[in-house]
C-alpha cells in the first residue's frame, strides 16, 4: 500500500528537543523530494521545509521561521524522512505532517512540482510546560 | 511569501446543492512562460490523510470525481463541488507553488446544511 506514516510526536518542554519520523511504503522513496507541512490548532497547513532527492545532493530547505533550530534529513536504504526539532517554543504546537512532492518522469527526464500528492496522517506534538 | 487567502472560512450547503470555495492569492501564480497555474486544492477529512484533488488549477486528480472542478487564473481561483454529497464533507485547501516558500490558503470547512 501506497502511504506515508508519521511517529515521534508528544509532549515536550519548551526549549526542548524532539525527532519526528515519517515511513514511505508502496513507491520510490528515494526519487521523490520530502516535505514536512504543520497544523497549529485552529490554524491553517504552514511548509516547514524539505529534503531533495539524492539526484539533487539531498538539498534542504526552510521555512525563515523554523531555520536554525529544524533538521530534515532521510535514510532512502530505509523509506524513512526524519524531522529533527530543538529548541522547540509553545507555536510549535501542532500536527505535523510528511508529504511527498509530485514526480513525474518520462522520456528519460523525470521532473517535480511543489504540490503534494501523498500526506501521512500526522502526528501531534505539543510543547508546553 | 505569496499569501494563499479563502472565502468563506466554513460554508453550508445542502445535499446535491453546489458549493463553492474561493482562494484568492496575493500575487499572479500564473507562469507566463507555459501559461500555467501553478495552483493546487486538497481535501482534509478528519483523522485522514490530505488528499490531492485538483492541480494547475484545474486539473483533476485521477480517481477525483467529476463533480470537483477547479477554475480561475492569476489570482483568483474557485473549487466548486457541482452536487455535494455526504462524504464532501471536510476541510478545503487551496495552496500556491509558483514561488518559494509555497504557501497555503487558511481553509474552508464544508458542511452539510
Redesign the interface.
Known amino acids: 500500500e501506497v502511504?506515508?506514516v508519521e511517529s515521534g510526536g508528544g509532549l515536550v518542554q519548551p526549549g526542548g528537543s524532539l525527532r519526528l519520523s515519517c515511513a514511505a511504503s508502496g513507491f520510490t522513496f528515494s526519487d521523490h523530494y520530502m516535505d514536512w507541512?504543520r497544523q497549529a490548532p485552529g490554524?491553517?497547513?504552514?511548509?516547514v521545509g524539505r529534503t531533495k532527492n539524492k539526484a539533487n545532493s539531498y538539498t534542504t530547505?526552510y521555512?525563515?521561521s523554523m531555520e536554525g533550530r529544524f533538521t530534515i534529513s532521510r535514510d532512502d536504504l530505509k523509506n524513512s524522512l526524519y524531522l529533527q526539532m530543538n529548541s522547540l517554543k509553545t507555536e510549535d504546537t501542532a500536527v505535523y505532517?510528511c508529504?511527498r512532492e509530485?514526480l513525474y518522469c518520462g522520456g528519460g527526464t523525470c521532473y517535480t512540482?511543489?504540490?503534494?500528492?501523498?500526506?501521512?496522517?500526522g502526528t501531534l506534538v505539543t510543547v508546553s510546560s | 511569501d505569496i499569501v494563499m487567502t479563502q472565502s468563506p472560512d466554513s460554508l453550508a450547503v445542502s445535499l446535491g446543492e453546489r458549493a463553492t470555495i474561493n482562494c484568492k492569492s496575493s500575487q499572479s501564480v500564473l507562469y507566463s512562460s507555459n501559461n500555467k497555474n501553478y495552483l493546487a486544492w486538497y481535501q482534509h477529512k478528519p483523522g485522514q490523510p490530505l488528499k490531492l484533488l485538483i492541480n494547475w488549477a484545474s486539473t483533476r486528480e485521477s480517481g477525483v470525481p467529476d463533480r470537483f472542478s477547479g477554475s480561475g487564473s492569476g489570482t483568483d481561483f474557485t473549487l466548486t463541488i457541482s452536487s455535494l454529497q455526504a462524504e464532501d464533507v471536510a476541510v478545503y485547501y487551496c495552496q500556491q507553488y509558483y514561488s518559494a516558500p509555497c504557501t497555503f490558503g487558511q481553509g474552508t470547512k464544508l458542511e452539510i446544511k
Do not use: M
Open positions: 502511504q506515508l507541512v490554524k491553517g497547513l504552514e511548509w530547505e521555512a525563515a505532517f508529504a509530485f512540482r511543489w504540490y503534494f500528492d501523498l500526506w501521512g496522517r
